[in-house]
C-alpha cells in the first residue's frame, strides 16, 4: 500500500518517533513524503521514501494530485493546530482531498496509531481491490 507522511516543522520529532516505533509495519509499504518530512523519515527510522517537494513549495500539492489519482492508500498528517503558517503544507487541501476520496488520514499521533493497527491487522485491505491509475506515480 502506499502510505503518505506529512509534519509540520514543530511535529518532525513526533513524526520521527512515529516511523521509529511502527517501523516494522511501514517497511512492508511504499513511503511517500514530502521533501523534509520523508528526510526526517529516512534520517530516524532508515526507512526508503519516496520524497516530493518540501510541503511549502509545493510538495503538499504533488502529494494532493496523488491522493486524487487514488494513488494514496493512507495519510498521516501531523500538523500544529496553534500555528497557521503559510510556509508549512496546506492541512486543509490534504484532508479535503483524502475526504473527497475515501482516503483514510489522521492528523493526530493518536488517530495514526489507529490506522497503522488497523494496517497491521488487514482492515485496510479493501484499498487493494481498488482501481488503480496506470501512469506512473511521480
Given at each position: 500500500?502506499?502510505?503518505?507522511?506529512?509534519?509540520?516543522?514543530?511535529?518532525?520529532?513526533?513524526?520521527?518517533?512515529?516511523?521509529?516505533?511502527?517501523?516494522?509495519?511501514?517497511?512492508?509499504?511504499?513511503?511517500?513524503?514530502?521533501?523534509?518530512?520523508?528526510?526526517?523519515?529516512?534520517?530516524?527510522?532508515?526507512?526508503?521514501?519516496?520524497?516530493?517537494?518540501?510541503?511549502?513549495?509545493?510538495?503538499?500539492?504533488?502529494?494532493?494530485?496523488?491522493?486524487?489519482r487514488n494513488a494514496m492508500d493512507m495519510v498521516i498528517f501531523l500538523y500544529n493546530?496553534?500555528?497557521?503558517?503559510?510556509?508549512?503544507?496546506?492541512?486543509?487541501?490534504?484532508?479535503?482531498?483524502?475526504?473527497?476520496?475515501?482516503?483514510?488520514c489522521a492528523t493526530n499521533i493518536a488517530s495514526a496509531e489507529l490506522l497503522i493497527?488497523?494496517?497491521?491487522?488487514?482492515?485496510?485491505?479493501?484499498?487493494?481491490?481498488?482501481?488503480?491509475?496506470?501512469?506512473?506515480?511521480?
Open positions: 500500500m502506499n502510505i503518505g507522511i506529512i509534519a509540520h516543522n514543530s511535529k518532525y520529532i513526533l513524526i520521527e518517533d512515529f516511523c521509529i516505533a511502527y517501523k516494522g509495519v511501514l517497511a512492508k509499504h511504499d513511503l511517500y513524503a514530502t521533501g523534509t518530512t520523508g528526510r526526517h523519515v529516512e534520517a530516524a527510522a532508515n526507512l526508503r521514501v519516496h520524497k516530493f517537494l518540501p510541503g511549502n513549495i509545493g510538495g503538499d500539492k504533488q502529494f494532493i494530485e496523488m491522493i486524487e493546530p496553534n500555528m497557521v503558517n503559510p510556509k508549512e503544507p496546506d492541512l486543509f487541501s490534504v484532508v479535503r482531498a483524502c475526504d473527497m476520496n475515501n482516503i483514510p493497527m488497523g494496517l497491521q491487522r488487514g482492515d485496510l485491505d479493501w484499498r487493494l481491490s481498488l482501481e488503480r491509475p496506470e501512469e506512473d506515480i511521480f
